[in-house]
């Protein structure tokens, strides 16, 4: 589950993935990202959307992942 970043690509959205993971010294957690391309497929969806995706056979060099659903 994430947040599409960025919508500029053909069929292609950038979601952004964020995790709290706790500091390896202090204990604090803290926000830890990754930013995905996802195929969009027949899922329309904007960015700013919260989103849902999926691992698929790798499409293209870097895209592995599809928009499964939207939900926000």
Do not use: C, F
């Not at 803290?30 to 499409?59: F, M, Q």
């Amino acid at each position: 589950m994430g947040e599409i970043v960025s919508d500029k690509m053909d069929k292609t959205v950038v979601v952004k993935v964020t995790k709290k993971v706790p500091h390896p010294v202090y204990g604090k957690y803290v926000n830890r990202s990754k930013k995905y391309l996802a195929h969009l497929g027949s899922v329309d969806a904007k960015a700013g959307n919260i989103v849902e995706i999926s691992a698929i056979p790798p499409k293209s060099k870097n895209k592995r992942w599809q928009v499964s659903k939207v939900l926000r």
